[in-house]
T-cell receptor, first 114, second 114 residues
Framework: SQQGEEDPQALSIQEGENATMNCSYK?????LQWYRQNSGRGLVHLIL?????REKHSGRLRVTLDTSKKSSSLLITASRAADTASYFC??????????????FGQGTTLQVKP | GAGVSQSPSNKVTEKGKDVELRCDPI?????LYWYRQSLGQGLEFLIY????????KSGLPSDRFSAERTGGSVSTLTIQRTQQEDSAVYLC????????????FGNGTRLTVT
């Protein structure tokens, strides 16, 4: 079963604008990760935020995590046409087994228009 | 260094035939994952190998699907008696430990069942 649910499913913005994508999940987690996928390619890791962190930055990326609401957001600032891709959140499930199974959401398709 | 390698990159097969998909993870990575991605969809977890532990097969959709990992390195995903609904991109990923680190993905095998 899928753990993460992203919204919106699709987002279209103009170059230079900010893009915000949200992810909700259901169970306790060790960490939450965001990935990017260009069409026809594998996924590329963007950023990881641990369950005891609330915010993390990497370049033009800002990720927040609210474990009380079981939600995370990814903000891409000053977007570029090259940011056009699908973005996925993934959760490292935490449980008695701590299996390390990483569950992905359905993704947000971002289109940045030049 | 070398990334995760998957072969073949594309596979077209007739309904009812068996197929084998191969994944070469990054050297030294103990964890290996298989996911399935249907067109425009998110990633569906299939199976997860961690070191010498018994694999987590909870995501395999039917007993037609099986996977092996030989010598803690190369993995093969086998689909027997393929059906049209098996058509998808099969993605392999690896990471160096049980959890808390990002996945490294291959570019996938696109399977088309005619």
């Amino acid at each position: 079963s899928q753990q993460g649910e992203e919204d919106p499913q699709a987002l279209s913005i103009q170059e230079g604008e900010n893009a915000t994508m949200n992810c909700s999940y259901k169970t306790s987690i060790n960490n939450l990760q965001w990935y990017r996928q260009n069409s026809g390619r594998g996924l590329v890791h963007l950023i990881l935020i641990r369950s005891n962190e609330r915010e993390k930055h990497s370049g033009r990326l800002r990720v927040t995590l609210d474990t009380s609401k079981k939600s995370s957001s990814l903000l891409i600032t000053a977007s570029r046409a090259a940011d056009t891709a699908s973005y996925f959140c993934a959760t490292d499930e935490h449980g008695s087994g701590n299996t390390g199974k990483l569950i992905f959401g359905q993704g947000t398709t971002l289109q940045v228009k030049p | 260094g070398a990334g995760v390698s998957q072969s073949p990159s594309n596979k077209v097969t007739e309904k009812g035939k068996d197929v084998e998909l191969r994944c070469d993870p990054i050297s030294g990575h103990t964890a290996l994952y298989w996911y399935r991605q249907s067109l425009g969809q998110g990633l569906e977890f299939l199976i997860y190998f961690q070191g010498n532990s018994a694999p987590d097969k909870s995501g395999l959709p039917s007993d037609r699907f099986s996977a092996e990992r030989t010598g803690g390195s190369v993995s093969t995903l086998t689909i027997q008696r393929t059906q049209q609904e098996d058509s998808a991109v099969y993605l392999c990923a690896s990471r160096p430990d049980r959890g808390g680190s990002p996945l490294h993905f291959g570019n996938g095998t696109r399977l088309t069942v005619t």
